[in-house]
């Protein structure tokens, strides 16, 4: 297949590599945007499907890991909603100041 220029040359158009995965003009558009940033000056297809690639991986673990501190937070609420309030500890007195005095009692936390 050939297209016919301004000037009515004929330049050869070929099929796009369709072992590429698909992108979009903004992954594109960010892709450049980085490889600018990053000073490089000349792009070729394969850098900008690596850096798209790179960023996808990036964007898939920050999910990951968002999601995994939700869970957690959710956990550690939950958990200690289950557990009672602790009655306030007594204040220290004459009494457990002296040497062998018996410590008062703490609330144990259960683990399941």
Same mark, same amino acid.
Do not use: C, N, Y
């Given at each position: 297949?050939?297209?016919?220029? %301004? +000037?009515?040359?004929?330049?050869?158009?070929?099929? $796009? +590599?369709?072992?590429? @995965?698909?992108?979009?003009?903004?992954?594109?558009?960010? !892709?450049? !945007? $980085?490889?600018?940033?990053?000073?490089?000056?000349?792009? +070729?297809?394969?850098?900008?499907? +690596?850096?798209? =690639?790179?960023?996808?991986?990036?964007? &898939?673990?920050?999910?990951?890991?968002?999601?995994?501190?939700?869970?957690? !937070? =959710?956990?550690?609420?939950?958990?200690? $909603? !289950?557990? /009672? &309030?602790? @009655?306030?500890? @007594?204040? %220290?007195?004459?009494?457990?100041?002296?040497?062998?005095? /018996?410590? %008062?009692?703490? $609330?144990? =936390?259960?683990?399941?």
């Amino acid at each position: 297949m050939f297209v016919e220029g %301004p +000037d009515g040359a004929h330049w050869p158009a070929t099929f $796009a +590599d369709l072992g590429r @995965p698909r992108i979009s003009l903004g992954e594109h558009r960010r !892709a450049l !945007a $980085a490889l600018r940033e990053r000073g490089v000056r000349l792009t +070729d297809e394969q850098l900008i499907f +690596d850096t798209i =690639e790179a960023q996808r991986a990036l964007v &898939e673990s920050s999910a990951l890991t968002t999601k995994a501190a939700r869970r957690e !937070a =959710e956990r550690s609420r939950r958990s200690l $909603a !289950a557990t /009672p &309030e602790r @009655p306030p500890l @007594p204040a %220290p007195g004459p009494e457990l100041a002296r040497a062998g005095a /018996p410590l %008062p009692l703490l $609330a144990v =936390e259960e683990w399941s």
